[in-house]
Structure formats: structure tokens, C-alpha cells
């Protein structure tokens, strides 16, 4: 039987230093309805995050607006006993506000990116960021600003990588322009995968792509819907083949997949061990654009 491991997703290099497993955990789901409030059950929150690094998961992602700052706090507290603390890299995001649940705007205004930095890197007991996402682009400030606090913040040691989350590929060319992007995180997953173009344009710039909402599975799940006659061939789980097709799009692609149990955390990672044909993967890939 394969071990359960997120190390069987194979690796992506961001630098030296960090080589993480490709099959990450994101931390979204570890607040209150609408993304807002706290986890009605922190301590189960914590442990969640802290199976995650058991599991070989060594790539974390969050958000100072996840809450706010509730997610921050359960993966600081699951990530205490980690033994491979050392290890571990969190790729975080700045730049959108919060008045309530559900709602989400962005602010991008210089000052608040470095407050908003400077509060995680305190939320989350670290001395940098090790990854850093401008949540959304600010049309109200340009942005040579908004990517150019990020590059300062790099400049001053604070931030090792930056990246760009809900963009399109012209976006991603004017950010480079004042920084070195690493990575993007867009919406993307089998049922939706009409940025392609920037999946594309991300691996020739040896970026990572990370999808957000990598489980929505949409119309595709049913009786007689192809995802699930693949499942059933595979005898997975159709969430383990949504991610399976993530992971063999392209070698650049770091999956996300967030969970508040255990058990289902524990399937996700399952999805390393599936290894799907070309032939499936073809057929999934033409199901939606």
C-alpha cells in the first residue's frame, strides 16, 4: 500500500532553501461562516494544520483576511509542534479588507500593505514573510505602488518572494516591471480553467501557480458525469481526481486544498498517490474552459 504522504505530489523549488511538497493546504476554511469570525472549534482548527505537517504537507497558504487573522492564529498554534518546522513555507496575502461576511475589498494604499505585513509576520511568530500575495490589485492606487512596497519590504529582508493573486498575464508583465513575481494564485480547477493563458505564462517565467478553489467540481459530479466514471476507475474519490488533474497540468501548479476535518485532509493528500493516464487527463480537460 503507498504511504500518505504529500511528498508523493513531487516537489517545486522556490529557492535554495525551500523546496516544498507540490500538494499544499490552504487556510481558508478554518474560520467562521462567510469567511468570517472564528472556527467554532479552535483547538480541532490547530490540530488540523498540525496532521497537515504529518502528512508531509510542507506548504501552507493564508491570509491576513481569513477571519481576519483567525486562520493566522490556528496555523501558528497547529505549526508550534511541528518537527519539521524548519521547513515549512507559508505563503501569505495583504491588500483586502473586511467588513463582514462574505464581503471583500481590496486596499492597496502603500502604508496599509506594510501594516498589513508587518501584523501577520506577528500573528503568525515569524521575522519574515517567506511568500507574500498582493490579495487583489487596487485600481485606485498604481501599481508601480502597490508591487513596489512589496519590493521594498523584499529589499529590506522582510519578504523572501511576492506574488499576485486574481490576475491576468498583461497584469502579471506590468507588476514585473517593479518586482520579481514568483508566483500567481488564481481561481482554477478542473471545472474552471479559463486562465490557462496564465498557467502558461507562469511556468515560462518559472513561476508558481497556485489554484484556489482547486476542489470546485461544479456540474461535473455525478451518475453519469466523466469525472465520476474516473473516479470510479481509479477508485478514488472525485476529489482526489480534480486534484490529480491539477497536479499533472503543469509541474509549476501548487494545489491548495483547505479542510476543517481530518478525515477529509487526509483524502486530499491521497490525491499525491493518483497517477491519471494521459487519456483521462485529455478527457477532463475538455469538460470545461
Known amino acids: 500500500m503507498t504511504e500518505l ?5 513531487g516537489t517545486y523549488k522556490f529557492d535554495d532553501q525551500f523546496i516544498v511538497n507540490r500538494l499544499g493546504y490552504g ?9 468570517w469570525g ?3 472549534d479552535p483547538a480541532k482548527a490547530a490540530d488540523v494544520v498540525t496532521r497537515a505537517t504529518e502528512l508531509g504537507i510542507n506548504f501552507f497558504d493564508t491570509a491576513d483576511s481569513y477571519g481576519p487573522w ?9 505549526l508550534k509542534g511541528a518537527a519539521n518546522r524548519d521547513n515549512i513555507f507559508i505563503s501569505d496575502k495583504v491588500g483586502q479588507t473586511r467588513q463582514g461576511p462574505g464581503i471583500w475589498t481590496p ?7 506594510r501594516q498589513q505585513v508587518e501584523v501577520s509576520m506577528m500573528t503568525l511568530g515569524i521575522d519574515h514573510e517567506d511568500l507574500v500575495f498582493l490579495h487583489r490589485i ?3 492606487f498604481p501599481v508601480a505602488e502597490q508591487v513596489g512596497e512589496l519590493k521594498k519590504m523584499q529589499d529590506e529582508g522582510k519578504i523572501k518572494h511576492i506574488g499576485l493573486s486574481q490576475v491576468t498575464v498583461d ?3 506590468e507588476a514585473q516591471k517593479y518586482a520579481k513575481i514568483d508566483a500567481i ?3 482554477y480547477n478542473v471545472s474552471n480553467h479559463g486562465d490557462d493563458d496564465v498557467v502558461d505564462y507562469a511556468e515560462s517565467q518559472h513561476m508558481a501557480f497556485v489554484p484556489w478553489f482547486p476542489l470546485d467540481t461544479g456540474k461535473l459530479v455525478g451518475a453519469d458525469s466523466p469525472l465520476s466514471a474516473i473516479a470510479k476507475k481509479y477508485n478514488v474519490s472525485e476529489a482526489q481526481i480534480a486534484l490529480a488533474w491539477l497536479l499533472k497540468r503543469s509541474p509549476n501548479i501548487l494545489p491548495i486544498p483547505g479542510t476543517s476535518s481530518i478525515e477529509h485532509l487526509e483524502d486530499n493528500v491521497a490525491a499525491a498517490n493518483v497517477k491519471l493516464s494521459d487519456e483521462d487527463f485529455d478527457t477532463l480537460s475538455k469538460l470545461s474552459k
Not at 487556510?27 to 469567511?35: A, E, P
Not at 483567525?70 to 497547529?78: K, M
Open 70 to 78: 483567525f486562520a493566522d492564529r490556528y496555523l501558528a498554534e497547529g
Open 5 to 9: 504522504n504529500a511528498a508523493n505530489s
Open 138 to 140: 487596487d485600481s485606485h
Open 185 to 187: 494564485e488564481n481561481l
Open 171 to 173: 497584469q502579471i508583465k
Open 38 to 40: 472564528p472556527y467554532a
Open 107 to 113: 486596499h492597496g494604499e502603500p502604508n496599509y500593505l
Open 27 to 35: 487556510t481558508m476554511q478554518l474560520t467562521g461562516k462567510g469567511t
